[in-house]
Nanobody, 124 residues
Framework: QVQPKESGGGLVQAGGSLRLSCAASGRTFSTYTMGWFRQAPGKEREFVAGIWWRGGSTRYADSVKGRFTISRDNTKNTVYLQMNSLKPEDTAVYYC?????????????????WGQGTQVTVSS
């Protein structure tokens, strides 16, 4: 089983950029479809981005399309989330998830393992 661990969160001004990383332990990382979810205060957890195990196809929430990019390096057991043009409404705890269904909407975790989360705060 794969165990994700996020890093790279922090405080940034609106319009700025951050890159989140997710290092996953486990020898089967390359077989997992990975995703990023986030949860803002007082709101439900929501899907942000996902990438198939082969890395060729991606999916994004409408709210981040054109601003966020998910990628993976299977040689390093790592998934990235490049976040550009950040907005205050992007403020949330971001979670890396191993095991996401991307075949149909809604995109949901299935049999997944979650990281502990990393805080992203965007100031206006």
């Amino acid at each position: 089983q794969v165990q994700p661990k996020e890093s790279g969160g922090g405080l940034v001004q609106a319009g700025g950029s951050l890159r989140l990383s997710c290092a996953a332990s486990g020898r089967t990382f390359s077989t997992y479809t990975m995703g990023w979810f986030r949860q803002a205060p007082g709101k439900e957890r929501e899907f942000v981005a996902g990438i198939w195990w082969r890395g060729g196809s991606t999916r994004y929430a409408d709210s981040v399309k054109g601003r966020f990019t998910i990628s993976r390096d299977n040689t390093k057991n790592t998934v990235y989330l490049q976040m550009n043009s950040l907005k205050p409404e992007d403020t949330a705890v971001y979670y890396c998830v191993a095991g996401v269904v991307l075949d149909t909407t809604p995109y949901v975790p299935r049999g997944a393992t979650w990281g502990q989360g990393t805080q992203v705060t965007v100031s206006s």
